[in-house]
């Protein structure tokens, strides 16, 4: 079954910046919803962001809008979250996966995971 392939993670001080970066072989990720999720010890995954099929609307977790921003590239086959400004908060296994969408005239991902198809995740740890 798909798998996804997450990469890019690392230790940065607060401040710092970081890429992450999702694909899949044999599956085009332009076809479908991305979403990025992250789970810190002792806690559940919770939705950072997600982009819309075919590069429509974004969405973002609260606590990251204005510091993160999730982009495609198709000819790689990529979704790719760009850190800026991390926080400690912010440490935690980064995984990418399908997510839902509305049904409405123009769709917009849902920060929710629609299938079992995870990776391994990257971790990110922001410290001084």
């Known amino acids: 079954q798909l798998q996804f392939v997450e990469s890019g993670g690392g230790l940065v001080q607060p401040g710092g910046s970081l890429r992450v970066s999702c694909t899949a072989s044999?599956?085009?990720?332009?076809?479908?919803?991305i979403g990025w999720f992250r789970q810190a010890p002792g806690k559940e995954h919770e939705g950072v962001s997600c982009?819309?099929?075919?590069?429509?609307?974004?969405v973002y977790a609260d606590s990251v809008k204005g510091r993160f921003t999730i982009s495609r590239d198709n000819a790689k086959n990529t979704v790719s979250l760009q850190m800026n400004n991390l926080k400690p908060e912010d440490t935690g296994v980064y995984y990418c996966?399908?997510?839902?969408?509305?049904?409405?005239?123009?769709?917009?991902?849902?920060?929710?995971?629609?299938?079992?198809?995870w990776g391994q995740g990257t971790q990110v740890t922001v410290s001084s």
């Open positions: 044999g599956f085009t990720l332009r076809n479908s919803p």
């Open positions: 996966a399908v997510v839902f969408q509305t049904t409405s005239i123009q769709p917009k991902c849902l920060l929710r995971p629609a299938d079992d198809y």
């Open positions: 982009v819309t099929e075919g590069d429509g609307p974004t």
